[in-house]
């Protein structure tokens, strides 16, 4: 059975001097969560690993390095679905929470729920997350934006990755600091089965990214994953996805997906969205924050 993992670290317009840090921060991503899959682990595994660079890194809108909310503070969802029982779990408006996607992957393997601000706090502290300060999420830059009320214009919504394991089996996660200046205690896509991301072995696997309040009234993900029925390459299914939603609402947004034979696909409506992907059918990861101007980095 063949390897597959593809994350993407948001869709919105990236300025010129980020691009370097988007490309590095996704590659970084990949190659964790590559790993894994060729350590022999599970495609749930694989996608918390990859995921876990992408909080860990300023670049993006995840735990550290996340948007600030109407209050000057960090707010998390996250999410992690698993495609052989349709297993998942959530957290939403969470502080204090390193790698919530941790948490996330935690409920799934006990019990699959949606837990929110407090008490998925005392949850995560109760399972040894890492935790820390709410104030220690707050990174510089976003701290400065947020304080001068300035226009956030390279600030891309959720990170996010899916991957197939050696069993066939795939998994998808996001993990997100929400919007810019958004009220505290909003929740968007990425914490919601069907919106933010969804697996079935059946089909497919995939992760959005993209304005909450657009993608979760078209079911983005879940929409993805139908449109991979009749063999369709993930590639076309993502676009038609985008294209619903483009239809049906407005809104910037973008998609990745894996289907049951570990093709890649992705698309998006923005300007730009980071991503990276790597399968056994290559010697070296893929990455780019353009479509039409993909390259090829060697590691």
């Known amino acids: 059975m063949a390897l597959a ?29 590559w790993v894994v899959l060729t350590s022999g682990g599970t495609a749930a595994e694989a996608v918390e690993a990859a995921i876990r660079v992408l909080e860990a890194d300023q670049t993006f809108n995840a735990s550290l390095g996340s948007t600030l909310n109407s209050d000057g503070e960090v707010e998390l969802d996250a999410a992690v679905m698993e495609g052989a029982s349709l297993g998942w779990g959530a957290v939403a408006a969470v502080q204090g929470v390193r790698h919530p996607i941790a948490v996330a ?13 407090r008490g998925a706090e005392r949850f995560a ?18 701290w400065q934006e947020w304080k001068e009320e ?39 896509d990425s914490a919601i089965v069907g919106s933010g991301l969804y697996a079935d072995n059946k089909l497919g ?23 991979l029925s009749g063999d369709r390459h993930p590639d076309e299914a993502a676009q038609m996805a985008i294209d619903v939603l483009k239809s049906r609402v407005t809104g910037e947004a973008g998609c990745i997906l894996l289907d049951r034979q570990g ?11 980071a991503c990276a992907y790597m399968t056994t ?6 990455v780019f924050t353009k479509k039409e101007s993909k390259q090829l980095l060697y590691v």
């Open 150 to 188: 300035q226009q956030v214009l390279d600030r891309p919504n959720t990170v996010g990755c899916v991957a197939m394991d050696a069993s066939g089996t795939l998994a998808a996660g996001t993990s997100t600091g929400g919007t810019t200046n958004q009220q505290s205690g909003r929740v968007g």
């Open 205 to 227: 696997a995939c992760s959005t990214t993209g304005d909450g309040e657009s993608i979760i009234p078209v079911v983005l993900a879940k929409t993805a994953i139908d449109f």
């Open 263 to 273: 093709r890649v696909g992705w698309a998006y409506n923005s300007q730009d969205m």
């Open 5 to 33: 993992i593809i994350v993407h670290g948001g869709a919105k317009t990236i300025s010129e001097e980020k691009v370097a840090a988007n490309n590095a921060g996704c590659l970084a991503a990949v190659e964790a969560g």
């Open 125 to 142: 502290a109760d399972i040894g997350a890492e935790m820390c300060k709410k104030e220690d999420l707050i990174a510089s830059e976003q």
């Open 105 to 117: 992957r935690k409920i799934m393997d006990e019990k699959p729920r949606l837990l929110v601000a």
């Open 281 to 286: 059918e290559m010697n070296t990861p893929a």
